[in-house]
């Protein structure tokens, strides 16, 4: 982490094994990342579960692989998101996943038989 703007250190305690008590100095910025870092976690928790990335040598399908898989984990937060007010049980992931595979799928195959 670099950065001109925060320099002050900020005390904390820590507990170690064994009930010992001490105190550690922390920059003010690795307090504020770890307080502020909250949406990165599950992000990258989903991304890792159903990876969409394959092993390829050229750059643009990885990069075109990962935005997708971006737009599916954001979609899915964002599902999560608007489904907290009803009183109904939202879907997993594994679930969301599925069912957009599933109109992806038969939206392209309305198309190629549409043609």
Known sequence: MLSIFITTQESTLRTLRGG???SIDKPQMVV??????GGVD???????????LRK????????SFSGLEMCVIN???LYRISEEGKQQKPMT????????VKQLRDICFSMSTNS
Do not use: Q, R
Not at 93 to 100: A, S
């Open 20 to 22: 010992n008590i001490i």
């Open 32 to 37: 504020d990342y770890t307080a502020n870092m």
């Open 42 to 52: 599950p992000a990258d928790e989903y991304a890792s579960t159903y990876c969409l």
């Open 56 to 63: 390829s040598l050229k750059w643009w399908i990885i990069l």
């Open 75 to 77: 979609s899915f937060i």
């Open 93 to 100: 992931h594994h679930e969301f996943v599925k069912g957009l």
